[in-house]
């Protein structure tokens, strides 16, 4: 066994003059955010008062069941397990939608229809390409807008009609699209 795994990290260098001076510089228009229902610093959040139970006569009357939480893909996407297979080129893309140059309107029927076909004929794994869709805001700036069909995919994946089908979602490693496409994990019927 090797004695490196007891040594502690080694720490990153100091940075030089040039680098602390060029972030100073890059720092020097920003304003620090302060959150609007945090308290100032050095006093105390107020406390919930503790609920109290109120007795009722009689059963308590119901409107019905309350409907399940929408099921959503779990946070952060796939599993480690199910990204290393990917990875490595074990798990087998199974079907490929492009929404390039699709309307939003289209794009969000078209996705619904194929992550349905996609399940019902037992797919594991589907490639859905959104494209990158970035813009640059303009000329003068740096910025850059995401796509919409990039950013909405993700969300709708998430809507009642899809999350029962869907697992997870995470962005493609570069061979397959990398940010402008998302592999797609469906449950088997």
């Not at 006569?57 to 990204?83: C, F, I, V």
């Not at 390039?100 to 004929?121: K, N």
Request: glycine letters at 8%.
């Amino acid at each position: 066994m090797s004695r490196t795994k007891n040594r502690p990290p080694e720490r990153p260098a100091a940075p030089t003059d040039d680098e602390v001076a060029l972030f100073e510089r890059a720092m020097s228009d920003i304003k620090r955010h302060e959150p609007r229902d945090r308290p100032p610093a050095g006093e105390a959040a107020p406390r919930a008062a503790p609920a109290r139970q109120v007795a009722r006569a009689g059963p308590t009357p119901r409107a019905g069941p309350a409907p399940p939480p929408p099921r959503t893909p779990a946070p952060g996407g796939l599993d480690k397990h199910a990204s290393r297979r990917l990875k490595q080129g074990r798990l087998t893309i199974e079907g490929l939608l492009d929404l390039h140059g699709m309307t939003q309107q289209a794009a969000h029927r078209a996705l619904i229809e194929f992550v349905r076909s996609s399940a019902e004929s037992g797919r594991k794994c589907v490639l859905v390409i959104t494209g990158k869709g970035t813009r640059v805001v303009s000329e003068q700036s740096t910025e850059r807008t995401v796509g919409i069909l990039r950013s909405m995919v993700p969300r709708w994946l998430q809507e009642p009609a899809l999350a029962r089908l869907v697992i997870g979602s995470r962005a493609a490693f570069p061979r397959d699209g990398g940010d402008g496409a998302l592999y797609v994990m469906l449950r088997r019927p």
